[in-house]
């Protein structure tokens, strides 16, 4: 089983600023990577597949970079709507796995 | 619109059995394949079962095979989750999602005597 690793475990931040988040693999999922978004009380939303791509709608702030074990998940300007927990998951091998999750709150 | 409607949670006793549903509609339902994920409360998602869009592909996670069975009708446009030989550990929100691309708002399974 592929295990992602995620950091930081919270993120704080003020509304404008930039977020950072990692996720790594505990070995290569050949870009078969994606982040999720999730708010309290709502279904997760994916913002990122195969490691760089924008879902459908998902706003040109949001960005995915990385491959083979190391990914970046970037906000360039953090509006109101972004504070939420943010998860990777590999689609590379089976079981499907999912990182423990990045929480980003306003500071 | 992609829609995912998820129903059939509810509470039930250790050992007892539930049969969860997701009616999709906004797509070609039977051209993608589908997922079943569930999520502790305030805790983190585990996806449980796959199944590919004519059901000749299926995968469980090792913390339910043996116990829940997956299968879909794509006349109906509707995925289904057979849960039996349920643990208090099984409680949690159950999630469908197409491809984890789209997802439901979810069903709350309660396993509890």
């Known amino acids: 089983e592929i295990v992602l690793t995620q950091s930081p475990a919270t993120l704080s931040l003020s509304p404008g600023e930039r977020a950072t988040l990692s996720c790594r693999a505990s070995?290569?999922?050949?870009?078969?990577l994606g982040w999720i978004q999730q708010n309290p009380g709502q279904a997760p939303r994916l913002l990122i597949y195969?490691?760089?791509y924008r879902a459908t709608g998902i706003p040109a702030r949001f960005s995915g970079s990385g491959s083979g074990t190391d990914f970046t998940l970037t906000i360039s300007s953090l509006e109101p709507e972004d504070f939420a927990v943010y998860y990777c998951?590999?689609?590379?091998?089976?079981?499907?796995?999912f990182g423990q999750g990045t929480k980003v709150e306003i500071k | 619109e992609v829609q995912l409607v998820e129903s059939g949670g509810g509470l039930v006793q250790p050992g007892g059995s539930l049969r969860l549903s997701c009616a999709a509609s906004?797509?070609?339902?039977?051209?993608?394949?589908m997922n079943w994920v569930r999520q502790v409360p305030g805790k983190g998602l585990e996806w449980i079962s796959y199944?590919?869009?004519?059901?000749?592909?299926?995968y469980y996670a090792d913390s339910v095979k043996g116990r829940f069975t997956i299968s879909r009708d794509n006349a109906k446009n509707s995925l289904y989750l057979q849960m039996n030989s349920l643990r208090d550990e099984d409680t949690a929100v159950y999630f469908c999602?197409?491809?984890?691309?789209?997802w439901g708002q979810g069903t709350l399974v309660t396993v509890s005597s």
């Open positions: 195969d490691a760089s």
């Open positions: 998951q590999q689609g590379n091998n089976w079981p499907l796995t």
């Open positions: 199944i590919s869009s004519s059901s000749n592909i299926i």
């Open positions: 070995q290569s999922v050949n870009n078969r």
């Open positions: 906004g797509f070609t339902f039977s051209t993608y394949n």
């Open positions: 999602a197409r491809d984890l691309s789209y």
